[in-house]
């Protein structure tokens, strides 16, 4: 199967920056899109932004101009540059693949298990 591992969450303070990564192991036959979603206390799931294996990417209104997907496909790493944060971006940030773990397989959605983010006013 296909493990997804993020880091680089914390507290940081309105205007500030973090630099969120998730690295993909495991069984890894291929990986399409990747992405990342976040969900704040008391809403839905949603997405922020994702990005294909040929580097084209898709934000969130909400975060178009502030935050940047980028990814390294040969470390299976995704990363998600997030500046200029505000308070509304508080919440737990999610990884997600669109991966194969072996030849045979169909692709599936593979998650990570979440990192906080929090910027405090």
């Known amino acids: 199967q296909v493990q997804l591992v993020e880091s680089g969450g914390g507290l940081v303070q309105a205007g500030g920056s973090l630099r969120l990564s998730c690295a993909a192991s495991?069984?890894?036959?291929?990986?399409?899109?990747m992405g990342w979603y976040r969900q704040a206390p008391g809403k839905q799931r949603e997405l922020v932004a994702t990005?294909?294996?040929?580097?084209?990417?898709n934000y969130a209104d909400s975060v178009k101009g502030r935050f940047t997907i980028s990814r390294d496909n040969a470390k299976n790493t995704v990363y998600l540059q997030m500046n200029s944060l505000k308070p509304e971006d508080t919440a737990v940030y999610y990884c997600?693949?669109?991966?194969?773990?072996?030849?045979?397989?169909?692709?599936?959605?593979?998650w990570g298990q979440g990192t906080q983010v929090t910027v405090s006013s």
């Open positions: 997600s693949a669109d991966a194969r773990a072996r030849s045979w397989d169909r692709n599936r959605d593979y």
């Open positions: 990005i294909t294996t040929r580097g084209t990417t």
């Open positions: 495991g069984s890894i036959y291929s990986i399409d899109a």
